[in-house]
């Protein structure tokens, strides 16, 4: 027996136009694609001041991990032991729940 589609009657045409689908299915790429790396890394000096700005970059933002290029060891161990959930807090609150996911500090 073969399958036939919910309040089908047999006279119109089981495809559907690809005029119809493409708006639906754009959205929701669209709403998916994370378009906001830019804001995020602008942002984070804003968030650590201009000193700490000038020695931690933030360089990388994708799929809520933000990635942050450190100076020296003595920089890197503050931010990553003292200040990274404070940090993500902050940045949380200016951007929304949920973007921020995760800080990586590197030194180079």
Not at 45 to 56: D, F, L, M, N, Y
Request: aromatic share 6%; glycine share 8%.
């Amino acid at each position: 027996m073969a399958r036939v589609p919910k309040g089908y009657d047999g006279n119109r045409p089981t495809f559907r136009s690809i005029k119809r689908l493409l708006p639906n299915i754009l959205k929701d790429v669209s709403s998916k694609v994370d378009d906001e790396p830019l804001k995020v890394l602008t942002l984070w000096s804003e968030v650590v001041g201009k000193e700490i700005g000038k020695r931690a970059i933030a360089t990388q933002f994708e799929s809520g991990i933000l990635t942050v290029r450190v100076s020296d060891s003595t920089l890197l161990s503050l931010l990553a032991r003292q200040e990274k959930y404070r940090l993500m807090k902050e940045l949380q609150k200016r951007l929304g729940k949920g973007k921020i996911k995760d800080i990586f500090f590197r030194i180079g």
